[in-house]
């Protein structure tokens, strides 16, 4: 008697994602926002990476590929129109600097003044692996009385006794009473 | 154990922190929000522009019916909402200053702007439009209101992106104009 109403929820809910599904799957040529079509696939490409290149200007976070602001549409129509008019793409990324300064380029330019940009994950790296191998020099170092290394997890924090086992607890019980971290340590420190 | 680890354990997060505090600092400084991003016309030559005139009798204007002379080049739109709220101010410099105020309505229905010019006022001597947004576009605009201030010779002198303000007007317009076009010559 359950059954009957179970699998034909099953069978509802399996329709419907079925469903859901052909429908992304149908919506997702509406997602293009750009309609136009470079006459040439090369310069369709060209066309392409270039606005992936470039950010929208009110957006801050979406190339001009991807956004649906007007301005983006104005900018990308722009740059369609200097692809057509025989622009090579270093003349177009200087127009767009030209214009809206480096900051509508998500990727900086290579220069003198970007150089601490391009540099610093680099020397951020390098103080990691300075930072990361001292830790492990020094851990390595630390020996106890019988010339054995000291486990690394007593460095790191000592674990406290089980809790059961300090308040006397039933150990059955699978709860932790949170009274009793404190005890425990007050405890092992006497 | 000696206290050197121990110093060097607090020290790391420490150093981190503040570095990380500075990077923080110099993003939050140079943050290009709206407002922010200086346009890198300034100083040079304004792009050559012509755009047909809104009162729709079909004629152009542009940047060479402009040569020789100072104007205030202002892209607006009756869409903007922060348009509506700077119309009073360039209704007043249009009164007071002999500068011409130049406008590109920009993405806009000519027949609404036409419609908002004569409920609200006129402040511009020609108002052009862009409806594709070409001209914007190679003005570098990308919010508006936009206004550019440029001499003679063609040279973007100053723009400000936002409302223009009696403030901004007086510090940043006013200052850069020759005596002789500060006062209507009425």
């Known amino acids: ?190 | 154990m000696s206290a050197r680890p121990h110093v060097i354990r607090f020290l790391i997060p420490i150093a981190a922190f503040v570095l990380l505090g500075i990077v923080f600092a110099l993003g939050v400084k140079h943050s290009p929000d709206v407002g922010v991003i200086k346009s890198p016309l300034i100083g040079k030559q304004a792009p050559a522009w012509s755009l047909p005139v809104l009162d729709g009798t079909g004629q152009t204007f542009g940047s060479k019916d402009l040569r020789g002379q100072w104007y205030v080049l202002n892209v607006w739109g009756t869409w903007c909402e922060p348009c509506h709220e700077e119309h009073p101010e360039l209704l007043a410099i249009a009164r007071q200053a002999s500068v011409p105020i130049i406008g590109i309505d920009w993405n806009d229905d000519d027949a609404e702007a036409n419609d908002f010019l004569v409920k609200q006022g006129n402040p511009y001597k020609i108002v052009t439009t862009d409806h594709d947004g070409h001209v914007a576009i190679d003005w570098g605009v990308y919010g508006t209101p936009e206004t550019f201030l440029v001499d003679p010779s063609g040279t973007v002198v100053f723009k400000t992106i936002g409302p223009m303000t009696p403030q901004v007007w007086q510090k940043d317009f006013l200052s850069r104009l020759p005596p002789q076009l500060l006062e209507h010559p009425s």
């Open chain 1, 1 to 190: 008697m359950t059954r009957g109403p179970r699998v034909a929820r099953a069978r509802l809910l399996a329709a419907g994602a079925g469903s859901l599904l052909a429908l992304a799957l149908l919506c997702a040529p509406a997602y293009a926002i750009d309609p136009a079509q470079m006459p040439t696939p090369q310069l369709e490409a060209r066309y392409l990476t270039l606005t992936h290149e470039f950010r929208c200007p009110v957006c801050q976070n979406e190339t001009l590929a991807d956004s649906d602001e007007p301005v983006a549409g104005e900018i990308r129509a722009q740059i369609r129109k200097l692809l057509l008019a025989g622009k090579s793409d270093r003349e177009v990324r200087d127009y767009m600097v030209s214009r809206y300064t480096e900051f509508i380029l998500f990727k900086p330019e290579y220069s003198l003044r970007n150089a601490w940009l391009w540099l610093a994950p680099l020397v951020l790296l390098a103080i990691g692996i300075l930072v990361a191998s001292r830790i492990i020099r020094a851990r390595s170092m630390l020996v106890d009385q019988d010339g054995e290394p000291v486990d690394d997890d007593l460095i790191l924090e000592p674990e406290p006794p089980p809790a059961s086992d300090a308040i006397g607890g039933s150990r059955a019980d699978p709860i932790v009473d949170p009274r009793a971290r404190p005890a425990v340590k007050s405890a092992s420190a006497r």
